[in-house]
């Protein structure tokens, strides 16, 4: 008995310092945040998330990396391919007459493999000369050769088989099962089509994202947007490249979360309680519900005259989770790009802490037979 005056006294210097303050942890609590904002200092804005708020937040300037990529809407293309410089055509020519300029009398047919067609889009042809077939479909092309042979061979017939070239073909370049250079089959070949020729999209990818280059422009928009909105399935021309990539833009996680990491936006749009639940939701008995904080640095513009945006570039927003507004607008609440969200810690945890301490020391001492 005589020892235990003495440990309750080490035990209050002990405890002294979180009598003035919090103790040591790994997140804030709210309440130092909203102290600072109070003060005339602060170097940032505060604003609560509430339904009256959301309105006002919407018409805010973008922050974080923001891709604004057009897209091209999707058309209905013919069902036949056209001939452009670079394809391969296959020639068969029959002819049953006995002096035929073409064939022999032991051979009926004569074959002419693999004819390029030249940058001017016209082909060689022998006893015909140079025949322009750009710009048509195979059968349109073959009765064109037909007519020119005709005048020289009457009896004779053709048939005509194409291979698409260069032009007549679009790249796959990443992100799929089986990227590569893929034939046109016609002019209805669709961006949703090449990726499913292509064995479709990495199962690994958050939020695919689809890039279409054409010529010196490139679009841009999500896989998501595709799949649910297919009047944007847009048409590929021949010398198209595509490519699939996942989402570039991320948000943090900080304090009481279940994880504390960079996240890939795992949807086009993401409400702050989409992200409490990929960055694991809150730690249980440690995270304040009460105190879910957004902290977002706008650009100078956001804060110019006549701008709607915040009174600083640096904002924190506050979330409460314990009330319905708080949840409904967490799930309204829009985060962006670059944004940290931050679980504060809840000011039990010192008390839980400090109880733990005194049942500490007197359960050792206890055991030791001291009291």
């Known amino acids: 008995m005589r020892l235990l005056f003495p ?3 080490a035990v209050s210097v002990i405890l002294l310092p979180a009598a003035c303050g919090r103790l040591p942890g790994g997140a804030p609590a709210s309440e130092e945040i909203i102290q600072q904002s109070g003060a005339a200092e602060a170097d940032f804005a505060l604003y609560s998330v509430t339904r009256a708020f959301l309105p006002s937040v919407a018409q805010w300037p973008a922050t974080g990396k923001q891709e604004q990529l057009n897209w091209i809407g999707a058309s209905t293309g013919a069902k036949t391919q056209i001939i452009q410089p670079g394809d391969k055509l296959t020639l068969r020519i029959w002819d049953s007459s006995d002096n035929s300029l073409l064939t022999s009398t032991e051979q009926k047919m004569v074959q002419l493999q693999d004819v390029r067609v030249a940058a001017n889009g016209s082909i060689f042809m022998p006893y015909v000369g140079n025949v322009n077939v750009l710009g048509l479909t195979p059968d349109l092309a073959r009765e064109t050769l037909q007519g020119e042979l005709e005048a020289i061979v009457p009896s004779a017939q053709l048939q005509l088989d194409m291979a698409e070239g260069r032009n007549n073909s679009v790249d796959l370049v990443s992100g799929v099962a089986r990227p590569g250079t893929y034939p046109m089959p016609d002019r209805n070949f669709s961006v949703m089509g090449l990726i499913s020729t292509g064995g479709g999209i990495s199962a690994n990818l958050n939020n695919p994202q689809i890039r279409l280059v054409r010529g010196q422009s490139i679009y841009g928009t999500s896989v998501d947007t595709l799949l649910n909105t297919p009047r944007l399935d847009t048409l590929l021309r021949g010398g ?3 490519f699939v990539e996942e989402d570039a833009r991320y948000f943090l996680s900080f304090g009481a979360t279940g994880t504390e990491d960079l996240h890939i936006f ?6 702050a309680m989409d992200a409490i639940s990929v960055a694991g939701g809150f730690q249980d008995g440690r995270a304040d519900p009460q105190g879910l904080l957004v902290l977002r640095e706008y650009g100078p513009d956001a804060v110019a005259p006549g701008v709607r ?3 600083q570039p640096r904002v924190v927003f506050t979330l409460d989770l314990t009330s319905a507004d708080g949840l ?3 799930r309204k609440f829009q985060i962006n790009p670059g944004d ?3 679980a ?3 000011p039990i945890n010192d008390a839980l802490t400090i109880s733990n301490i005194i049942g500490n020391f007197f359960g050792v001492f206890s055991r ?3 009291l």
């Not at 795992?266 to 409400?271: A, F, G, I, N």
Request: proline fraction near 4%.
């Open 340 to 342: 940290l969200v931050m």
């Open 344 to 346: 504060t810690e809840s």
């Open 266 to 271: 795992t949807k086009d749009e993401m409400s």
């Open 328 to 330: 409904f607008s967490a």
């Open 368 to 370: 030791a037979g001291v």
């Open 240 to 242: 198209d490249r595509v």
């Open 309 to 311: 945006g915040p009174r």
């Open 7 to 9: 440990l309750l006294a």
